[in-house]
């Protein structure tokens, strides 16, 4: 792990950054989206929010700059949580779909 | 080199290093693998209640948006912003404990903290509305007010409704209360931090502890960058 | 990387320092941060925890031997089976072989002189001891009556028993299993000895790894589940409860995220440990090194993929369960992959029966049953038959104690010499192994037949035409109980009268035998240098 | 019920036979790998033991031997997509009732078994079926997760508080088998236990007639209904219920969205305690009430019975379709629940 260090203007940037997507979650969310509001203001809600997330991983948390273990360390949290999320709501999903294909 | 009897001993300023590990950059490495391994567990942690809140938030749509309606967004959003002010100091406290600063990094970590406890004293104020407003599970939880939505007709909602709103305050306030424990923690830590380095413990070549704990204190700040949509920003769907 | 010596040579005249005559003060024991020091305080929890259990055991298989359930009230037998399933799998099936044998033996595998983290390693047998306390407080204030898997609404509005005090001892010991995955992974990738790359680390590295993956990525989802449990007694909420809108299926996903892969926790560091018996007890490299080193990480990955099969009948939808289904005969390939490379193994080799070997083949024997049966249950026709009956308390004892208690009593003989520096006695050995797999047979074989007839597990009484095969299985739980005792009195009469052990009593090529029995503090006096392949033997590691 | 000592259980209904010519399948391949992995273990470690001259040998390391890793790894494979496929299939032949099963309500509590019959005869920790014919239980519990399992059909299914499950049957034998619960459900759970009757038609009839009839679960639901107020929207304001079981329902979901649903039980059930989950398209403005908590488990059964009984035999139709003097679409009229 080489001892990078990240310049300041990097640091402000980023936070400029997270200061404006902070603006934008507040806007979309007292914005109105129309017929299909909830899906879309529920998508750039959580976009908006990964992509805080992003930034603040890869600028504030250094990995970026971090060898390739950093990176498959942070990327497993994330996908086992997925493993988690997906295969549970493939059952809640499927219920009432399947129930009455099935039979009950 | 402090192999022997007191293996963990850490020199002070030529980088010296733990007895169990070959050299400085060995040891950061470790440390650096074993803070993120950690997170690893923490997004796990947390991830298990974000999974919950998914399903039921997906079976009671509409009691989780009611729910959410009266939870104080402001509040929410300041502290959110309260919270990348705090994240982006404690990036200059690494920033400047890694050129070996010592006042800076200590008036970083200290900027740090306070907004760490703004933080806390916001989600206090929070906290107590929501206890005057009855929102508070079981032991104050007003149902009534659940009971008689405005609209045009007279109905009469399910008595299970109330409870359903309820269950979205169980996890408002197990999720916010599991962050909030982190940020006491994450407090805490940068108390010793803030006394270590005023001992002098740090130098440009060994700050591992403000990395670490810069990582840890990144982490909880973006567990609230979820929970902020998650719990807040829950839209109407018609 | 130093090769500088780590700690003076010893003096001569004098016994040679090693880590156990280092100080014998209480004190240097309990604040020890010496991984070897740490697995021998783990060793003797683990087996104080076994004990409990096994007492649990052996009082259920007496009251089941009559079909009106014997001398017990239903109520203590509940909590008795209650306190067996904790005490077993959080107390000791969990950290028995990782935590004692793998502190022990990560270290001086990859050529280090500690676990990354030593405090942590300390702390980490203090977290296991405050959790364990916590239950066995429970337990003497009045018990738990929800068995081990806790399921709501049973444990959180139902139950009147100390679910709480319980769940939270649980909570606790997860977070020493955390602490012990993290120290494992940070130190196989950061402090390998010079020349040890991936392929050359020892098979039992691989799979202490792989465990330590599902430790670090599952356990915080079991803690933080069973908080929800406990908070939900508590405080009164309704998050599992259906009753108020909770869904008590949503617990048992969660629930089994991470006690399904549990069971490669407990199963996957005994495969390493086998890897290691069978090629040093054949004198051969193992066969297909790398397919059972992958295998490892895969039933890792896989056993993630699975845990609905524990719910077919519970609820879930389906279609989620054919999805399951699928998926679970999937992780069955790698552990079949395992089996037929040991077999392979022994294929030209130069075998020696001694103890270990004898645990180890006789793992291989019982774990192919507890596997193949495994496949009956990942069915999901036959599944909707067998769950929750005996068949299942049986698939799952050929694997944890067929499996894994089988692969711990072969890595505790194998490695006694090392960790104690005393040889236990051969012939005593052998046969309490026989002991064991024939008891073990005895007890656990027929309790396949109750299942498929219908017995339903948790039982305290039942029909009486179940009778005699129930007495089959507790005369083969009493030989079992003699197979555990007579190692625990033979070794421990070891430490005092057995002979001294020389540094590499098996003529075994790994890095652990290259230093002192027992090991010095600092493991090596020279930091080691790698340049062969795992298994490679050579005529001068002959047995001294 | 066979009370001797036995290896095998009863095999008495057309899945017992299905799910037992499986397991005898695999019985055969696991006893070839025992067998296999047992012989191999003795002989090589007969063949190879190490003898006192060989102390000094140092035997060949193995050379890797593709062939026999991929065939390996190929031929369980293959082997367990038989099972899984095979499997699969008799699951899914038992998630699927044939539409004319009788259909039996289970109702599951510390330490009991409530049953109800068709016609309305009640028993308890006993079931009276007949030989030959389709039997489907509706299943649920009072209180905590049960398990109604019958090991002689090779069956079994939780009781979930607060939803429907289902299992059906085909018994083929006449004779007593036993009843357990599964799941374990608190002090007497070894205690709730019953006994399966499978009759000949004949008998049966005769043991139905054979005491006072109750009412049958759809006449009391019938009661129910009228005694409830459900008549009076139920005709004009609200869908009707004639045809409606089984049907296609266009519906608000989760979302808000249309959707379509089946009125299937744990639809009906879930309509009646939580009358805004699924709210049927067109009847927004007037929500019934909830009846949760104020019903009892078997009188939702019972309700749910008599709509069941309301099935049109012919031409069936749309149930749902909003009266002429509701014409309110989603997008015009937002639910009044959400219009703040």
């Given at each position: 792990m080489t001892n990078h260090i990240v310049p300041v203007k990097t640091y402000l940037r980023v936070f400029a950054a997270l200061m404006v997507l902070l603006a934008a979650t507040i806007i979309c969310a007292k914005l109105q989206f129309g017929v299909h509001g909830f899906a879309i203001g529920t998508t750039l809600a959580f976009a908006i929010a990964f992509i805080k997330a992003v930034l603040i991983v890869l600028y504030f948390m250094h990995v970026r700059y971090s060898p390739r273990i950093v990176w498959i360390v942070a990327l497993a949290g994330f996908f086992w949580l997925g493993i988690l999320f997906a295969l549970t709501l493939c059952d809640y999903l499927s219920r009432s779909r399947f129930e009455g294909a099935f039979g009950y | 080199m402090s192999h022997g009897n007191s293996p963990e001993r850490l020199a002070k300023d030529d980088g010296g290093h733990a007895h169990q590990f070959d050299d400085a950059s060995q040891q950061r490495n470790a440390a650096i693998l074993g803070m993120w391994t950690f997170l690893c567990t923490e997004v796990l942690f947390f991830g298990a209640v974000f999974v919950a809140y998914t399903v039921?938030?997906?079976?009671?749509?509409?009691?989780?948006?009611?729910?959410?309606?009266?939870?104080?967004?402001?509040?929410?959003?300041?502290?959110?912003?309260?919270?990348?002010?705090?994240?982006?100091?404690m990036a200059l406290a690494v920033h400047a404990a890694a050129a070996g600063r010592r006042r800076s990094t200590v008036r970083f970590l200290i900027f740090t903290m306070i907004l760490g406890v703004t933080f806390l004293c916001i989600k206090a104020l929070e906290y107590h509305a929501e206890w005057e407003d009855g929102l508070v599970p079981h032991y104050h939880f007003n149902a009534a007010q659940f009971t008689a939505p405005p609209g045009p007709s007279q109905i009469v909602p399910a008595p299970d409704y109330a409870a359903n709103v309820e269950l979205f305050f169980c996890f408002y306030f197990i999720m916010t209360g599991l962050h909030a424990l982190h940020m006491v923690v994450g407090i805490g830590i940068m108390a010793i931090l803030v006394a270590m380095a005023l001992r002098g413990r740090f130098s440009a070549r060994y700050y591992t502890p403000v990395e670490v704990s810069g990582l840890y204190w990144h982490f909880v700040d973006i567990v609230w960058v979820f929970l902020f949509p998650l719990l807040y920003l829950l839209i109407q769907f018609d | 990387m130093s090769t500088t010596l780590a700690y003076p040579p010893p003096s001569s005249g004098a016994p040679p320092r090693n880590y156990l005559n280092a100080s014998y003060l209480v004190r240097s024991w309990l604040l020890t941060r010496d991984h070897k020091r740490i697995a021998?305080?783990?060793?003797?929890?683990?087996?104080?925890?076994?004990?409990?259990?096994?007492?649990?055991?052996?009082?259920?298989?007496?009251?089941?031997?009559?079909?009106?359930?014997?001398?017990?009230?239903?109520?203590?037998?509940?909590?008795?089976?209650?306190?067996?399933?904790?005490?077993?799998?959080?107390?000791?099936?969990?950290?028995a072989v990782p935590a004692s044998l793998g502190n022990f033996l990560v270290p001086l595998m990859v050529g280090a002189r500690d676990l990354a983290f030593p405090r942590l390693n300390l702390l980490s047998w203090y977290l296991f001891i405050l959790g364990?306390?916590?239950?066995?407080?429970?337990?003497?204030?009045?018990?738990?009556?929800?068995?081990?898997?806790?399921?709501?609404?049973?444990?959180?509005?139902?139950?009147?028993?100390?679910?709480?005090?319980?769940?939270?001892?649980?909570?606790?010991?997860?977070?020493?299993?955390?602490?012990?995955?993290l120290n494992f992974v940070v130190t196989i990738h950061a402090m390998r000895a010079p020349g040890l790359n991936w392929m050359r680390l020892p098979l039992f590295i691989w799979s202490t790894y792989a465990t330590s993956i599902i430790i670090i990525l599952g356990t915080p989802v079991v803690a933080i589940t069973l908080s929800l449990v406990a908070i939900e007694r508590a405080f009164h909420l309704g998050i599992f409860d259906p009753a108020r809108g909770g869904d008590p299926i949503l617990f048992q996903h969660l629930f089994w995220f991470y006690s399904h892969p549990a069971v490669y926790i407990m199963v996957l560091p005994a495969m390493g440990v086998v890897s290691e018996i069978i090629a040093v007890f054949s004198r051969k490299r193992i066969f297909g090194y790398s397919a059972i080193a992958f295998s490892s990480v895969a039933i890792a990955v896989i056993g993630f993929l699975v845990w609905g099969h524990h719910m077919f009948v519970a609820g879930e939808s389906a279609y989620v369960g054919v999805v399951f289904s699928g998926l679970s005969f999937v992780v069955g390939i790698p552990s079949a992959v395992k089996v037929f490379n040991w077999t392979a193994t022994l294929y030209k080799g130069s075998i020696s029966g001694q103890t270990p070997m004898l645990y180890a083949l006789g793992f291989i024997g019982l774990f192919t049953i507890g596997g193949l049966t495994g496949l009956f249950l990942?069915?999901?026709?036959?599944?909707?038959?067998?769950?929750?009956?005996?068949?299942?308390?049986?698939?799952?004892?050929?694997?944890?104690?067929?499996?894994?208690?089988?692969?711990?009593?072969?890595?505790?003989?194998?490695?006694?010499?090392?960790?104690?520096?005393?040889?236990?006695?051969?012939t005593w050995g052998k046969v309490s192994a026989i002991i064991v797999f024939l008891g073990f047979n005895l007890t656990f074989f027929p309790q396949f037949f109750l299942g498929y007839l219908g017995m339903p597990r948790r039982y305290h009484y039942y029909p009486p035409e179940f009778t005699a095969l129930n007495v089959m299985s507790s005369a083969g739980a009493s030989i079992l109980g003699v197979g555990y005792l007579l190692p625990l009195c033979y070794l421990l009469w070891s430490l005092k009268f057995g002979a001294k052990a020389p540094a590499n009593p098996w003529g075994a090529p790994g890095l652990e035998w290259k230093t002192a029995s027992p090991p010095p503090t600092e493991n090596f006096d020279v930091t080691p240098v790698v340049t062969e392949e795992a298994y490679t033997f050579h005529l001068d590691q002959e047995a001294q | 019920m066979n009370t001797e000592f036995q290896l095998f259980p009863d095999q008495a209904s057309v899945n017992a036979a299905h799910v037992d010519a499986l397991v005898f399948f695999m019985l055969g391949v696991s006893l070839f790998f025992i067998v296999l992995i047992a012989g191999l273990i003795l002989y090589f470690g007969l063949r190879y033991r190490r003898k006192p001259q060989d102390a000094k040998i140092i035997p060949p390391p193995p050379k890797s031997h593709l062939g026999l890793e991929v065939a390996w790894?190929?031929?369980?494979?293959?082997?367990?997509?038989?099972?899984?496929?095979?499997?699969?299939?008799?699951?899914i032949r038992q998630a699927r009732a044939p539409s004319d099963a009788m259909e039996i309500y289970v109702v599951g509590k510390q330490w009991m078994w409530k049953i109800q019959h068709p016609e309305g005869r009640r028993e308890i920790n006993e079931l009276h079926v007949p030989v030959g014919r389709p039997i489907k239980l509706t299943i649920t519990s009072e209180d905590v997760i049960h398990d109604f399992g019958i090991p002689a059909f090779r069956l079994k299914k939780d009781a979930v508080p607060g939803r429907y499950t289902t299992e059906w049957f085909q018994a083929t034998r006449v004779g007593q088998y036993h009843l357990f619960c599964d799941q374990y459900c608190g002090v007497q759970h070894a205690g709730m236990t019953g006994t399966i009757y499978v009759m000949e038609p004949a008998k049966y009839?005769?043991?139905?007639?054979?005491?006072?009839?109750?009412?049958?679960?759809?006449?009391?639901?019938?009661?129910?209904?009228?005694?409830?107020?459900?008549?009076?929207?139920?005709?004009?304001?609200?869908?009707?219920?004639?045809?409606?079981?089984?049907?296609?329902?266009?519906?608000?979901?989760?979302?808000?969205?249309?959707?379509?649903?089946?009125?299937?039980?744990?639809?009906l059930r879930s309509c009646i305690l939580d009358p805004r989950a699924k709210v049927v398209v067109g009847y927004q403005g007037n929500l019934m009430p909830s009846f949760d908590g104020r019903l009892s488990e078997e009188q939702l059964v019972q309700i749910i019975a008599y709509i069941k009984s309301l099935q049109f035999r012919a031409a069936p139709s749309q149930a749902a379709s909003p009266p002429p003097t509701q014409p309110l679409s989603p997008s015009t009229q937002p639910s009044p629940l959400l219009g703040k």
């Open positions: - | 039921y938030r997906y079976r009671y749509p509409h009691a989780f948006y009611l729910g959410a309606t009266r939870l104080k967004f402001w509040y929410g959003a300041v502290n959110t912003a309260v919270l990348l002010c705090s994240s982006l100091t | 021998i305080l783990y060793l003797f929890s683990v087996t104080f925890f076994f004990l409990i259990g096994s007492a649990g055991a052996v009082l259920m298989r007496i009251a089941l031997m009559s079909p009106n359930g014997g001398f017990l009230q239903t109520e203590t037998y509940n909590k008795l089976f209650t306190m067996h399933g904790v005490m077993m799998i959080f107390f000791f099936l969990i950290p364990g306390g916590m239950v066995l407080a429970a337990m003497a204030t009045g018990g738990v009556d929800t068995g081990w898997t806790f399921y709501t609404p049973y444990s959180s509005v139902y139950s009147n028993t100390n679910v709480i005090v319980t769940i939270l001892g649980v909570f606790v010991a997860g977070f020493s299993s955390i602490l012990t995955g990942a069915t999901l026709g036959i599944d909707v038959h067998v769950h929750d009956t005996y068949f299942v308390i049986a698939h799952f004892h050929y694997i944890m104690v067929g499996g894994t208690v089988m692969a711990f009593m072969g890595g505790l003989h194998y490695w006694w010499p090392k960790m104690t520096g005393r040889l236990y006695p051969e | 790894i190929v031929i369980p494979s293959l082997l367990t997509v038989v099972m899984f496929v095979w499997g699969t299939r008799i699951y009839e005769a043991w139905l007639s054979g005491s006072i009839p109750e009412e049958p679960p759809a006449q009391a639901g019938q009661k129910l209904f009228a005694s409830l107020g459900c008549a009076t929207c139920h005709s004009s304001q609200a869908p009707t219920m004639a045809g409606l079981y089984m049907s296609q329902v266009n519906i608000l979901d989760r979302w808000g969205r249309p959707a379509t649903a089946i009125a299937d039980n744990n639809y």
